[in-house]
C-alpha cells in the first residue's frame, strides 16, 4: 500500500491517505513519510532536465525517459553515499 496525497482517498485498497482516525503516531509518520518523498523530489528538481524545456528533434520522449532515469540514478547514488534523507522514525 502507498501513501498518498488526499486526491487518491478514493483508492483505499492501494493508497492509505491522512484522515480523521488516525492516532497521533500514524499522523506523525505519514508526515514525515510525506517529507522525506518531498525532498527526494527536491533533489530531482536540481536538475535542469525536470524543470527546462527539453529540446530534442527525434524520440523526445524516449530521450526524457532516459534523462530523468540518469537523473533518478544520481540521487540514488548520492542518497547511498553521503547525502542520505532525514531518518523516517528518528525521535519516535
Aim: with cysteine; aromatic share 10%; glycine share 4%.
Amino acid at each position: 500500500m502507498a501513501l498518498a496525497d488526499k486526491i487518491y482517498n478514493g483508492h483505499p485498497n492501494e493508497c492509505s491517505t491522512f484522515n480523521a482516525v488516525d492516532n497521533k503516531a500514524v499522523k506523525i509518520f505519514k508526515s514525515r513519510t510525506q517529507m522525506r518523498h518531498e525532498q527526494f523530489n527536491g533533489m530531482v528538481k536540481e536538475y535542469a532536465v525536470t524543470w527546462k524545456p527539453f529540446r530534442s528533434t527525434t524520440n523526445k520522449i524516449e530521450k526524457h525517459k532516459s534523462c530523468f532515469e540518469a537523473v533518478t540514478v544520481i540521487c540514488q547514488y548520492k542518497l547511498e553515499h553521503g547525502e542520505p534523507l532525514f531518518d523516517l522514525l528518528a525521535g519516535l
